[in-house]
């Protein structure tokens, strides 16, 4: 496959672990294949996306698992070039720049980003890449707050303004995060009631800051089962996506989507229960990972 014969879709489920797709019903993604177990290189968005767009995708282990273009060891998509011997032989399209962004925009790629996580705000780190264009339409805060969210905050509900921002394009890369799988893990349809007590309690004890909360078992799951409801609606919300994409673009389609890192849903990590991310557990560091062509 040459990747530069493709128009490049990478979307990111954010905080999306690899239980959750096994748990969910995903149509859509199950038609194309379905995800494949693989391992971030972060613990949270930052880090994570930032070896994503120097050329690092999760990477699958198991090799019963293993397929061309999942794992470094067997090839690579795309990767920097640096000008080192190895890479005279390599599957991989090479780029020319510091990261991957710059490089496609080289190659005359129109960069199209959108995302609704606080860290794609404008100002924040990954804002900084080459983008020809980007939407946020997440919250202006400096971190996402636990309290419900309405649907125009999620970048898939804006399927239609997305897609003609392609306009006349040729050639593009188009990059989207999906904010439903990050807590409070809502779609714009409220929390569930026996949740909300707790809201507050996990909001502040997020991410390696005191994790002994005393939360129920049953609250665990059931704010699980709310990350698994919100990968649904990704799914059915991203076929939305992919029809407009279809029908706009005069070549076939590479689609890419991933968890950029995983969730602790009160599950022990270094013998004490665990809420959230930035810490290396297994379900932090193993997500979800699809790569595919459309015709």
């Known amino acids: 496959m040459n990747t530069a014969d493709y128009n ?3 979307i990111t489920i954010d905080s999306c672990r690899y239980d959750t797709y096994r748990w969910a019903d995903t149509p859509l993604i199950d038609s194309l294949g379905g995800m494949k177990p693989a391992w971030t290189h972060g613990t949270y968005t930052v880090p994570a996306h930032t070896a994503f767009f120097c050329g690092h995708l999760p990477a699958v282990l198991e090799p019963s698992e293993r397929a061309a273009y999942y794992t470094e060891a067997l090839g690579r998509l795309f990767r920097i070039q640096t000008g080192r ?14 990261d991957i962004i710059a490089g496609f925009r080289k190659l005359g790629y ?3 980003g959108a995302g609704g996580v606080t860290q794609f705000n404008e100002g924040s780190q990954l804002r900084t890449y ?3 264009d980007f939407f946020y339409y997440g919250p202006d805060l400096d971190e996402e707050p636990m309290q419900e969210r309405c649907t125009q905050m999620f970048p898939l509900s804006h399927y239609q303004t997305i897609s003609e921002a392609l306009g006349t394009h040729q050639k593009w890369f188009l990059f989207l995060n999906c904010p439903e799988t990050h807590y409070p893990y809502d779609v714009g349809e409220g929390f569930k009631e026996e949740v909300k007590p707790y809201l507050s309690l996990i909001r502040n004890h997020l991410n390696l800051r005191e994790p002994d909360l005393g939360i129920p078992t049953h609250i665990s799951k059931l704010l699980h089962e709310m990350q698994i409801e ?4 990704v799914d059915k919300n991203l076929q939305l996506l992919l029809q407009e994409l279809r029908a706009r673009s005069c070549r076939p389609l590479l689609l890419i989507i991933c968890g950029d890192h995983g ?3 009160g599950e022990p990590f270094e013998g004490r229960p665990r809420w959230g991310h930035l810490f290396p557990s297994p379900e932090v560091m193993k997500v979800p990972l699809l790569i595919c062509t459309i015709e």
């Open 8 to 10: 490049i879709v990478f």
């Open 85 to 98: 011997s190895e890479e005279k032989n390599t599957k991989a399209l090479l780029l020319d720049g510091k």
């Open 110 to 112: 129109y960069l199209l």
């Open 130 to 132: 080459p983008w020809s």
């Open 230 to 233: 919100a990968l649904e609606s």
């Open 263 to 265: 969730e602790n849903f």
